[in-house]
């Protein structure tokens, strides 16, 4: 049979609030150790003596504040206005001053003559690009409006370096095989001729032989901005294909 507990008297349920009670009285007593105060006990017998003496007065005269005065001002002596009387008989001259005004019914005559008449010339700015131009450089046998004139211009130009570029030289030059850029940028100048052409890819032959094909291209009719000659900047990307 077996021995039931009574529930009630079992202490292990008490066993954590007997921890806490236990902690705190042991914090407690480091608390208590830790304030508490003790003092050294010196033997009061074997002090000597202090003797109090009172320390030397010394009397301070009373001197007494002499009031300074600052000195009076130097002020100047009055000026008398001296009065001069004027005779009746005396003549006074009286200074006229002419009106700059003009009536109406008066007329106003301007010499012409010495009027220069000078035109203001109104300043382009230069290398205006291709798209954005108002009357594109004309290629030779080019016809048409604005439009025309561009797509024309284009073709030709391409035709004209498809035409002398040797493809054979890229292989000349070791270039591996596939498609190969180019980039061509030059200016049509306001006589119409190609200028300042630069192009830059794989290999500085091809560089050379494009310069050279570009810069030989015909004389142009220029552009123009809003009436006037100007020149025009143009480029174009070249693309050819290296084959082993």
């Given at each position: 049979?077996?021995?039931?507990?009574?529930?009630?008297?079992?202490?292990?349920?008490f066993?954590?609030?007997?921890?806490?009670?236990?902690?705190?009285?042991?914090?407690?007593?480091?608390?208590?150790?830790?304030?508490?105060?003790?003092?050294?006990?010196?033997?009061?017998?074997s002090?000597g003596?202090?003797?109090?003496?009172?320390?030397?007065?010394?009397?301070?005269?009373?001197?007494?504040?002499?009031?300074?005065?600052?000195?009076?001002?130097?002020?100047?002596?009055?000026?008398?206005?001296?009065i001069?009387?004027?005779?009746?008989?005396?003549?006074?001259?009286?200074?006229?001053?002419?009106?700059?005004?003009?009536?109406?019914?008066?007329?106003?005559?301007?010499n012409?003559?010495?009027?220069?008449?000078?035109?203001?010339?109104?300043?382009?700015?230069?290398?205006?690009?291709?798209?954005?131009?108002?009357?594109?450089?004309?290629?030779?046998?080019?016809?048409?409006?604005?439009?025309k004139?561009?797509?024309?211009?284009?073709?030709?130009?391409?035709?004209y370096?498809?035409?002398?570029?040797?493809?054979?030289?890229?292989?000349e030059?070791?270039?591996?095989?596939?498609?190969?850029?180019?980039?061509?940028?030059?200016?049509?100048?306001?006589?119409?001729?190609?200028?300042?052409?630069?192009?830059?890819?794989?290999?500085?032959?091809?560089?050379?032989?494009?310069?050279?094909?570009?810069?030989?291209?015909?004389?142009?009719?220029?552009?123009?901005?809003?009436?006037?000659?100007?020149?025009?900047?143009?480029?174009?990307?070249?693309?050819?294909?290296?084959?082993?």
């Amino acid at each position: 049979m077996e021995v039931k507990k009574n529930p009630k008297q079992q202490l292990e349920n008490f066993s954590k609030i007997f921890m806490q009670i236990g902690l705190v009285l042991s914090l407690f007593i480091i608390y208590a150790l830790v304030e508490h105060k003790t003092y050294e006990k010196n033997d009061v017998k074997s002090l000597g003596q202090a003797h109090m003496t009172d320390e030397i007065q010394e009397d301070i005269p009373i001197v007494a504040i002499q009031e300074i005065k600052p000195p009076a001002p130097k002020t100047p002596p009055p000026v008398v206005e001296q009065i001069k009387v004027v005779e009746d008989d005396l003549k006074v001259e009286e200074t006229v001053i002419e009106s700059t005004e003009t009536d109406e019914s008066e007329s106003v005559i301007v010499n012409t003559e010495d009027i220069i008449e000078v035109e203001e010339v109104e300043e382009v700015v230069e290398d205006i690009p291709f798209i954005l131009i108002e009357n594109v450089p004309v290629y030779p046998g080019c016809k048409g409006d604005n439009t025309k004139l561009k797509a024309c211009f284009t073709k030709n130009v391409t035709q004209y370096f498809g035409k002398r570029f040797d493809t054979s030289l890229a292989t000349e030059l070791g270039l591996s095989e596939g498609k190969k850029k180019m980039f061509v940028i030059f200016r049509i100048d306001k006589t119409g001729k190609v200028t300042n052409v630069n192009a830059r890819g794989p290999h500085p032959r091809l560089e050379k032989e494009v310069v050279e094909i570009i810069s030989s291209l015909p004389k142009m009719t220029p552009g123009k901005q809003r009436g006037l000659p100007v020149s025009v900047s143009y480029s174009i990307p070249i693309t050819f294909e290296v084959r082993l």
